[in-house]
Antibody, heavy 120, light 110 residues
Framework: QVTLKESGPVLVKPTETLTLTCTVSGFSLSNARMGVSWIRQPPGKALEWLAHIFSNDEKSYSTSLKSRLTISKDTSKSQVVLTMTNMDPVDTATYYC????????????WGQGTLVTVSS | QTVVTQEPSFSVSPGGTVTLTCGLSSGSVSTSYFPSWYQQTPGQPPRTLIYSTNTRSSGVPDRFSGSILGNKAALTITGAQADDESDYYCVLYMGSGILVFGGGTKLTVL
């Protein structure tokens, strides 16, 4: 049974760095052809893809947020970590992690999401 | 930057058929964009419906189908049911590892 679970702070201050962790089970981060993505959704707005990392450590980032994002993984802990620097209130959103197929570029399993609020 | 376009809203009668589309602000969508579709109800994570243009995800009923119609990807729902009332999002692969979500379509069944 594949599951993904997001964890991290519920509240961050403007200019701070956000660190989110996605802990996966039911598959290995070393599985070929699979990876983990981060996606966010501001309240009442659309989904936005942020980044993904594949089993071979290949990484990709949203063009508009690339300068602020870093994605990494710890295969032994079954965790994928996303950091986002210089947080702003517009970054308030539910952040989801999802498993992504490397060859067909779709998300097949999703976490429940974690709401992060940016406020002083 | 290329924008992925979806109808902001759509309405369908119970039992009816509706086709939602996913286009590009510049250019045509083809199978090379690996279009995928997701359904989301309030407070829930998205549910995967369709990937690689027309492959249904496990457990998705066959009244959901995907295709390329003209220069857009399309999601067709036949025999619409009340619980199909949701937000629907498409995702396109832009190359170089980049994925882009559409703005979503709010589907009303009434």
């Amino acid at each position: 049974q594949v599951t993904l679970k997001e964890s991290g702070p519920v509240l961050v201050k403007p200019t701070e760095t956000l660190t989110l962790t996605c802990t996966v089970s039911g598959f290995s981060l070393s599985n070929a052809r699979m990876g983990v993505s981060w996606i966010r959704q501001p309240p009442g707005k659309a989904l936005e893809w942020l980044a993904h990392i594949f089993s071979n450590d290949e990484k990709s980032y949203s063009t508009s947020l690339k300068s602020r994002l870093t994605i990494s993984k710890d295969t032994s802990k079954s965790q994928v970590v996303l950091t986002m620097t210089n947080m702003d209130p517009v970054d308030t959103a539910t952040y989801y992690c999802a498993r992504i197929s490397e060859w067909k570029y779709y998300f097949d399993y999703w976490g429940q999401g974690t709401l992060v609020t940016v406020s002083s | 930057q290329t924008v992925v376009t979806q109808e902001p809203s759509f309405s369908v009668s119970p039992g009816g058929t509706v086709t939602l589309t996913c286009g590009l602000s510049s250019g045509s969508v083809s199978t090379s964009y690996f279009p995928s579709w997701y359904q989301q109800t309030p407070g829930q994570p998205p549910r995967t419906l369709i990937y690689s243009t027309n492959t249904r995800s496990s457990g998705v009923p066959d009244r959901f189908s995907g295709s390329i119609l003209g220069n857009k990807a399309a999601l067709t729902i036949t025999g619409a049911q009340a619980d199909d009332e949701s937000d629907y999002y498409c995702v396109l692969y832009m190359g170089s590892g980049i994925l882009v979500f559409g703005g979503g379509t709010k589907l009303t069944v009434l």
